[in-house]
C-alpha cells in the first residue's frame, strides 16, 4: 500500500484524476493557484502564525530597539559595528565567538546575508543550538556540506528560509525531518532548479503516515474481521513521517504540480508566494538594503530576519559596496580547489601576454613606419582611399 495514505484518501474523495486533467488546461484560473500566494485565509493564517514563531528569535534584545528615525541604543551600534567587520571578525576570533549570546549571532548572520558576505565559515562559526529562526536566502555562496553541519547544531529552529539558496539542494532537502523536525515554515525554490530539487522531495517533506509493512497473514480483508480476529491484532496506525509540524511553506510562483501535490497530500500546510511584512515590524533600516535583500530572497514581500535587522543600528547597513564584493571574491578564491586556483591564474596569464604581445606589435608597426619612407606613403594612400 502507499505509504502516502492521506493522498489516496483525498483523491478518492475528491476527484484526483479529474483535476490532474484540467490543471494544466486552466491553472492560470485555477481556484488552487489563485488562492495561493494572495490574500485571504492563506495570508492571514501566516499573519497569525508567524508572530508565534518569530518571537523567540530576537531574544533579550527585542525590547531594546530604538523606534525608527529615533537614537539606536548602545547595543544596536555595537552590533552594527560587529556587522561591517563581521568577515574581520570571524577571521581573527573563530571558535572564540562562542560565548556570545545566540541573539547577537543571529544578528550578525543577518547582516552578513544582507550585505552578501554570508560565506561557510561565516555561518559555521555564528550557528548557535539556542536559534530559533534561520535565513539563508539568496545565500549563494554556501555550500551544502556546510549548511547540513550549521543545521546539526540548531535542533531547536522552527524558520527555516533558503528561497535563492544554491546550496539547497534535493539531499538536503529531504534530511530537512531529521535535522529541524520541529520546523513550522519553510521556504524553498527561487530558480527553476531550486523548483526541481524541491518538488522531487516535496512528499517526504510534508507531513504525512508511512505505513509499516506488516505480514500477509495478518492482514484482514475488512475491519470487521480484524475486530472478531481474537488473535489478529488491529492493523498498525503507522509511522509519523516528514515535518510534522510544517505550518507555513513559502514557495515563489511554485509549480502547479506542487501546488496540487500540497492539497492533496497535506492540505493543513499554507502555501504562499512570499512572507507578508507584520504589522509593527520595522522594515530594513536602509532602502537599499531592503530592496537588495528582497531580491535576493526571490520575492518583494518580507523576510524571516526583519525582527533581526531592527536590533541594528543603520551603520551596518553603509558600504556594502565595492569593499565588501571585493573581500567576497578574495574569500570565494581562497576556498576553491587548488586545480581551479591553477587554471584561473593561466588564463589570467595568457590574456595578459596577450596584451603585451598587442602592444609590442603595435610600436613594431610604428617603428617600421616610421624608419621607411614607402611604408609611410603607403599608409598616406591608404588614408586617402
Known amino acids: 500500500m502507499d505509504?502516502?495514505?492521506?493522498?489516496?484518501?483525498?483523491?478518492?474523495?475528491?476527484?484526483?484524476?479529474?483535476?490532474?486533467?484540467?490543471?494544466?488546461?486552466?491553472?492560470?484560473?485555477?481556484?488552487?493557484?489563485?488562492?495561493?500566494?494572495?490574500?485571504?485565509?492563506?495570508?492571514?493564517?501566516?499573519?497569525?502564525?508567524?508572530?508565534?514563531?518569530?518571537?523567540?528569535?530576537?531574544?533579550?534584545?527585542?525590547?531594546?530597539?530604538?523606534?525608527?528615525?529615533?537614537?539606536?541604543?548602545?547595543?544596536?551600534?555595537?552590533?552594527?559595528?560587529?556587522?561591517?567587520?563581521?568577515?574581520?571578525?570571524?577571521?581573527?576570533?573563530?571558535?572564540?565567538?562562542?560565548?556570545?549570546?545566540?541573539?547577537?549571532?543571529?544578528?550578525?548572520?543577518?547582516?552578513?546575508?544582507?550585505?552578501?558576505?554570508?560565506?561557510?565559515?561565516?555561518?559555521?562559526?555564528?550557528?548557535?543550538?539556542?536559534?530559533?529562526?534561520?535565513?539563508?536566502?539568496?545565500?549563494?555562496?554556501?555550500?551544502?556540506?556546510?549548511?547540513?553541519?550549521?543545521?546539526?547544531?540548531?535542533?531547536?529552529?522552527?524558520?527555516?528560509?533558503?528561497?535563492?539558496?544554491?546550496a539547497a539542494s534535493a539531499s538536503l532537502l529531504a534530511q530537512l525531518p531529521e535535522l529541524c523536525p520541529g520546523l513550522q515554515v519553510l521556504g524553498v525554490g527561487g530558480s527553476r532548479a531550486l523548483d526541481e530539487a524541491a518538488l522531487e522531495v516535496l512528499g517526504d517533506i510534508l507531513p504525512h503516515v508511512r505505513l509499516r509493512a506488516q505480514p500477509q497473514e495478518v492482514v484482514q480483508e475488512s475491519w470487521e474481521e480484524a475486530v472478531q480476529g481474537g488473535s489478529t491484532s488491529l492493523p498498525d496506525p503507522g509511522l509519523p513521517c516528514g515535518l510534522q509540524r510544517l505550518e507555513l511553506l513559502v514557495w515563489p510562483h511554485a509549480p502547479p504540480a506542487a501546488v496540487h501535490t500540497l492539497r492533496t497530500v497535506s492540505p493543513t500546510v499554507t502555501l504562499l508566494d512570499e512572507l507578508p511584512r507584520l504589522a509593527g515590524d520595522p522594515e530594513a533600516a536602509d532602502a537599499q538594503s531592503s530592496r537588495r535583500s528582497a531580491a535576493r530572497s526571490g520575492g518583494g514581500g518580507g523576510t524571516l530576519d526583519d525582527c533581526l535587522a531592527a536590533l541594528v543600528a543603520e551603520g551596518a547597513w553603509r558600504g556594502a559596496g565595492a569593499g565588501d564584493r571585493r573581500r567576497n571574491e578574495a574569500a570565494a578564491f581562497e576556498e576553491l580547489h587548488i586545480a581551479e586556483k591553477f587554471r584561473i591564474a593561466y588564463e589570467q596569464q595568457d590574456a595578459r601576454l596577450r596584451v603585451k604581445a598587442q602592444r609590442e606589435a603595435a610600436a613594431e608597426a610604428r617603428r617600421e613606419m616610421r624608419a621607411s619612407a614607402a611604408a609611410r606613403e603607403l599608409a598616406k594612400w591608404l588614408d586617402a582611399e
Open 3 to 166: 505509504y502516502y495514505w492521506r493522498r489516496i484518501a483525498v483523491s478518492e474523495a475528491w476527484g484526483e484524476g479529474e483535476q490532474a486533467s484540467t490543471s494544466g488546461r486552466d491553472s492560470a484560473s485555477s481556484p488552487l493557484v489563485a488562492d495561493v500566494g494572495g490574500g485571504g485565509d492563506q495570508e492571514r493564517r501566516a499573519r497569525q502564525l508567524l508572530p508565534r514563531v518569530l518571537r523567540s528569535a530576537a531574544g533579550a534584545g527585542a525590547g531594546a530597539a530604538a523606534p525608527q528615525g529615533g537614537v539606536p541604543t548602545l547595543r544596536a551600534l555595537v552590533l552594527a559595528f560587529l556587522g561591517r567587520h563581521v568577515t574581520d571578525v570571524v577571521a581573527q576570533l573563530g571558535p572564540h565567538l562562542a560565548p556570545l549570546p545566540s541573539d547577537v549571532k543571529a544578528c550578525l548572520l543577518c547582516v552578513a546575508r544582507r550585505r552578501g558576505v554570508l560565506r561557510n565559515a561565516v555561518l559555521l562559526a555564528l550557528a548557535d543550538e539556542g536559534w530559533t529562526l534561520m535565513d539563508l536566502a539568496g545565500a549563494t555562496a554556501l555550500t551544502e556540506r556546510a549548511v547540513r553541519q550549521a543545521l546539526l547544531r540548531c535542533p531547536r529552529l522552527r524558520a527555516l528560509d533558503l528561497r535563492g539558496a544554491t
